[in-house]
């Protein structure tokens, strides 16, 4: 496998650590509407997706959140994740893939002003401020490939010169329907490994081993 030209980060999971608190508190927001499920249900079923994604497969099951459901969620960003972390170790990627004088970007199914707030918080903004491409620009968010591939465009990479660095399922899928490499990390205790393996992704549990996939150490 050959050293890639463009690094594409997902935010969520593998910059910044938001899964577990933002997927306990959307767990209230879907029972507050009737829709009874669970951390571990929703962390296997809908991690890594747009949140109007999630609205619109909930609400294929006959359940209705309201046309303010993904503006109430944005609303209460600021105060889920007050206490953000970053993911440990990415810092150590980040410089790497600095050192090798690699391009890289942001793509997540979040909307810019969420990736400031958790990016801002954890001190990384200031390394990916200006590359941030969010589901909101494309038709369809992952597990679709349109969000890679529009990222990889902007930054002026093909899909071949690129490999995706994600977490979900979801986005792991996405990036391996885009024509590009995934690695997909699992250093979480929830990490769904069959489900990413079966997408198609590379797995890896420790951001420490990500340079040497990347072949840059």
């Not at 690094?7 to 999971?13: E, M, P, S, T």
């Amino acid at each position: 496998m050959a050293r890639p030209d463009l690094v594409i980060f997902d935010c969520d999971g593998v910059l910044v650590d938001t899964e577990t608190v933002g997927n306990h508190h959307l767990v209230k927001m879907l029972g507050g509407a009737g829709f009874q499920t669970t951390f571990a249900e929703l962390r296997s079923t809908y991690t890594g997706m747009p949140m109007r994604a999630v609205q619109e497969k909930v609400e294929a099951q006959g359940y209705s959140l309201g046309d303010d459901f993904v503006e109430r969620w944005y609303k209460a960003i600021p105060v889920i994740f007050e206490n953000v972390e970053a993911i440990p170790h990415i810092g150590e990627v980040i410089s790497a893939v600095q050192n090798a004088k690699l391009a890289y970007c942001v793509a997540s199914s979040a909307n810019v002003e969420k990736m400031h707030i958790t990016l801002g918080k954890t001190g990384l903004i200031d390394h990916f401020g200006k590359v941030l491409y969010s589901a909101s620009m494309v038709a369809r968010g992952k597990p679709f490939p349109d969000l890679f591939l529009y990222a990889a465009k902007e930054m002026g990479y093909a899909p071949s010169q690129a490999v995706v660095v994600e977490d979900s399922v979801a986005g792991t899928k996405a990036g391996v329907a885009a024509g590009m490499r995934v690695f997909s990390y699992c250093g979480d205790e929830h990490a769904d490994h069959e489900g990413l393996s079966a997408a198609g992704g590379i797995l890896f549990d420790d951001m420490r081993k990500l340079p040497v996939l990347l072949e840059i150490a």
